[in-house]
């Protein structure tokens, strides 16, 4: 086999990898940096099935790193759309209640909304019927001016075109095999590394373990699935969300209104039972089943996480009819006629921490002088991944110091 040699390696060509690239580069002009990716395209999986919704920051806790990226992420994404005329929807999003509940949980949005100096307007439920006809609140809303949707594909392709242009490598179909001291085994033959960065997403934690980290923590899959509404059955004029449940780190069922206007309604948040379980038997990993299968078990026996109230429903989601009555909640006209066509699955590369027995809900990243470990970047990650690049680029630069 052959052996090339770089002084950085970049596992996984997702959005978070490649803005570490560029980066990495800014930071180092003259190494040389090489990302693999064991697909044949770049952002094959989370990035390239994202929904494309530039969050603006306002569900994140203040000392989050969440928190501290992602009204400026949103911003630098913005403006990289509009710079390169890229497609953009700056349609905002209404966050809307069902009930008293609900209430308490908005006070606490605002809150961290002020906190965190993200926008949000409080209206009432007339003025939601202002901004959308079709949507149904509780007493009260916000309203985030600066959410907006993307197309992940067309950013992904520009930022590989930005690659090209600081002649930084990148070589698909590329998959990582094991370590051997500073060489990598690839299934392309060997790459003598100056320094790893993991990137890898779903198998993130496997990488890390390789090299000492990862050792409190796993990847614990939940796939996501969409519905897509009929064209020209009912319009909406912005993305529409419930008031989440704050103890897990999903968002619930909820409108996303793509760049063209098309609403999708979703996603679910199922536990998946392998890691690329996006149909069928796809993927089928049998170690991978058992691992992950035991390690749910042992959360529904135990309940950790109220994990076993979330697995009830969320596999109910399999069914149309179940994500139909959710989001009929939010917009009453929704009917199960107005919609028909499943939208491509994605899996969630969520990370639990095994002593604490929780999912994490923030960034989680490790490292040392040899290699440097991404192992929780879920959303919003695609939303804070240049902000967040730069900051784990000095984190790097300070262990290699």
């Given at each position: 086999?052959?052996c ?5 390696l970049?596992?996984g060509a ?33 990035s ?30 913005t403006?990289?759309?509009l710079?390169?005329?890229l497609?953009?929807n700056q ?16 006070d ?35 309203f ?12 992904i ?19 990582f095999?094991?370590r ?16 790893l ?21 796993r ?5 996501g699935?969409y ?20 103890e ?11 760049v ?20 069928g038997?796809?993927?089928?990993i049998?170690s991978?089943?058992?691992e992950i299968?035991?390690r ?49 699955p ?32 879920v959303?919003?990650?695609f ?19």
């Amino acid at each position: 086999m052959s052996c090339l040699k770089t002084d950085f390696l970049i596992v996984g060509a997702g959005i978070v990898g490649l803005n570490l690239a560029i980066s990495l580069k800014s930071k180092y002009p003259d190494a040389t940096i090489m990302i693999i990716e064991k697909e044949k395209q770049p952002a094959f999986h989370a990035s390239g099935r994202n929904t494309g919704v530039l969050h603006a920051g306002f569900y994140y806790t203040p000392d989050s790193v969440k928190a501290k990226f992602c009204r400026e992420g949103n911003k630098h994404l913005t403006n990289y759309c509009l710079e390169r005329s890229l497609p953009i929807n700056q349609c905002g999003k209404l966050v809307v209640t069902k009930d008293n509940r609900d209430l308490k949980v908005l006070d606490e949005l605002i809150k961290r909304g002020k906190e965190n100096h993200v926008e949000l307007i409080e209206l009432d439920d007339n003025d939601v019927k202002d901004i959308e006809p079709n949507v149904y609140t509780y007493q009260k809303a916000l309203f985030s001016p600066n959410t907006s949707t993307v197309d992940p594909r067309k950013i992904i392709n520009a930022l590989i075109n930005d690659l090209i242009d600081q002649k930084i490598e990148l070589k698909t179909d590329t998959a990582f095999i094991t370590r051997k001291g500073n060489l990598v085994l690839s299934s392309k033959g060997y790459i003598e590394t100056g320094y790893l960065v993991n990137a890898a997403g779903l198998y993130a934690d496997k990488i890390a373990m390789m090299y000492g980290f990862s050792e409190n923590y796993r990847i614990l899959p939940f796939k996501g699935i969409y519905l897509h509404a009929d064209d020209k059955v009912f319009n909406l004029n912005t993305n529409v969300y419930p008031v989440p449940n704050l103890e897990n780190p999903f968002l619930g069922v909820h409108y996303t209104l793509d760049v063209s206007g098309k609403i999708k309604i979703g996603p679910t948040a199922i536990p998946a039972f392998w890691r690329e379980q996006y149909s069928g038997l796809e993927n089928f990993i049998f170690s991978e089943f058992i691992e992950i299968f035991l390690r749910e078990v042992g959360l529904f026996l135990f309940n950790h996480f109220d994990f076993r109230k979330l697995a009830f429903e969320e596999l109910k989601k399999y069914s149309k009819k179940s994500i139909v009555n959710e989001a009929k909640k939010m917009v009453p006209s929704l009917s199960s006629k107005k919609v028909s066509e499943w939208g491509k699955p994605g899996i969630r590369a969520q990370l639990i921490n095994l002593i604490e027995r929780k999912l994490e809900m923030d960034f989680i990243f490790e490292g040392d002088n040899q290699s440097f470990h991404v192992l929780n970047a879920v959303s919003p990650a695609f939303t804070c991944s240049k902000p967040l690049a730069d900051f784990l680029v000095e984190k790097i630069s300070e262990n290699l110091s």
